[in-house]
């Protein structure tokens, strides 16, 4: 395998995306940033989340939904290692994450994603898994900036929705703007997708930051992509 990667967070200094790969797994973890502004020793919750799901898919050869359970354990042995109790409280305290994962099986490749850590393969056949929560409030701040100009308040704007959107919306089955995360707690099958791919030229992992899919498969192409945007 040709493998070729970056990383890099919206503030520097906090990088909320992680990922690794060995010689039969790739996988990319994006945590979800807290509203609440918690820190664990320097460290946000999503930071920490996001390394956990990456360790929990490399230790083991598992796909799908008992992949995910493995996940959720992980989280919550964290929460447990931190002594972290206030997840019991409400969906708004998880530590939670969207991730997907891609592993080998001889001459296929088993792919496991939960949330909108997109992938791409062959550079043609495209899984997004958009949230359609996420849909609404991007739309939300656009609708603001257009309206007034003010790019740095647009976030101020919808940072009710983003506050709210864990208690009614997180792991939510039946509501039109449920999600699906890993959280320590249970990820419903609904929102575990799975597939299995043959004949894989390319793969592409790819976070929610890339608004544009390149036509090119490089890290250059999609980093080009976003400075357009």
Not at 169 to 198: A, C, M, S, W
């Amino acid at each position: 395998m040709n493998i070729e990667t970056f990383t890099k967070g919206k503030v520097l200094e906090r990088n909320e995306d992680f990922f690794g790969y060995d010689n039969t797994t790739l996988v990319v973890a994006d945590g979800a940033t807290d509203k609440n502004k918690q820190s664990f020793d320097g460290s946000t919750g999503a930071e920490l989340v996001s390394k956990v799901v990456v360790k929990a898919c490399l230790e083991t050869l598992l796909n799908g939904v008992l992949l995910v359970e493995n996940i959720n354990e992980a989280i919550k042995e964290l929460y447990q290692q931190l002594k972290y109790t206030k997840y019991l409280d409400s969906l708004d305290n998880t530590f939670c994450a969207t991730f997907c994962c891609a592993r080998l099986r001889e001459n296929l490749l088993d792919i496991t994603q939960v949330g909108d850590v997109g992938f791409r393969i062959n550079g043609t056949e495209l899984f997004t898994n958009e949230m359609l929560i996420d849909k609404i409030t991007a739309a939300t701040r656009a609708m603001y900036i257009k309206e007034t100009g003010d790019i740095n308040g647009g976030r101020d704007v919808i940072m009710p929705l983003l506050k709210a959107q864990r208690d009614l919306y997180q792991n939510h089955t039946t509501h039109p703007l449920g999600y699906g995360v890993v959280d320590g707690i249970r990820t419903p099958e609904k929102f575990i997708k799975i597939y299995t791919k043959e004949d894989v030229r390319t793969l592409e992992l790819f976070t929610d930051g890339y608004p544009l899919v390149p036509s090119e498969v490089s890290v250059e192409a999609w980093e080009s992509a976003r400075q357009k945007v």
